[in-house]
Nanobody, 115 residues
Framework: QVQLVESGGGLVQPGGSLRLSCAAS????????MAWYRQAPGKERELVAS???????YYAATVRGRFTITRDNAKSTGYLQMNSLKPEDTAVYYC?????????WGQGTQVTVSS
């Protein structure tokens, strides 16, 4: 059973930065794709960024150039570096691991961008 634990959320001022982490356990992290999603109040959950096992990346247009997704297979951890944050980035951020063994989600971490 794969477990994902996010951390690194918090309150930050507009223009600031945060780095989210997603620590995985119970599976073979390196062979799975992983992704970050977010859900703002009253809105649907949306894909923010993803990275494959071969390190191919995808970014939503709203975050491209500001966010960077990376993975450290040795630590079974994925990251989302968020720079130049805007109030509209405020949401609960979730990580997701997708592979042959299944589809797993973390519990989410709150990111609030406000002055």
């Amino acid at each position: 059973q794969v477990q994902l634990v996010e951390s690194g959320g918090g309150l930050v001022q507009p223009g600031g930065s945060l780095r989210l982490s997603c620590a995985a356990s119970g599976g073979i992290f390196s062979i799975n794709a992983m992704a970050w999603y977010r859900q703002a109040p009253g809105k649907e959950r949306e894909l923010v960024a993803s990275v494959t096992s071969g390190n191919s990346t995808y970014y939503a247009a709203t975050v491209r150039g500001r966010f960077t997704i990376t993975r450290d297979n040795a630590k079974s951890t994925g990251y989302l570096q968020m720079n130049s944050l805007k109030p509209e980035d405020t949401a609960v951020y979730y990580c997701r691991q997708i592979g042959a063994a299944g589809d797993y989600w973390g519990q989410g971490t709150q990111v609030t961008v406000s002055s």
